[in-house]
């Protein structure tokens, strides 16, 4: 079990952490978009009255 697609486990291991670690920060400002986005349409509702 030291390799996978003919590539070392180490190589492996370490391009899989890499990916993760992107993922996790796509979706770390993903949801701070989202966060904020949320927060403005509460207070336009808020001030307009609306709903």
Same mark, same amino acid.
């Given at each position: ?7 070392? !486990?180490?190589? %492996? $291991?370490? /391009? &899989?952490?890499?990916? =993760?670690?992107?993922?996790?920060? #796509?979706?770390?400002? !993903?949801?701070? %978009? $989202?966060? /904020? &986005?949320?927060?403005? =349409?509460?207070?336009?509702?808020? #001030?307009?009255?609306? !709903?």
């Amino acid at each position: 079990m030291t390799d996978f697609f003919g590539l070392p !486990l180490a190589v %492996i $291991l370490i /391009i &899989i952490g890499i990916i =993760v670690f992107v993922a996790a920060w #796509v979706v770390h400002w !993903l949801l701070l %978009i $989202l966060a /904020i &986005i949320l927060v403005v =349409v509460g207070i336009y509702f808020f #001030v307009s009255g609306g !709903l």
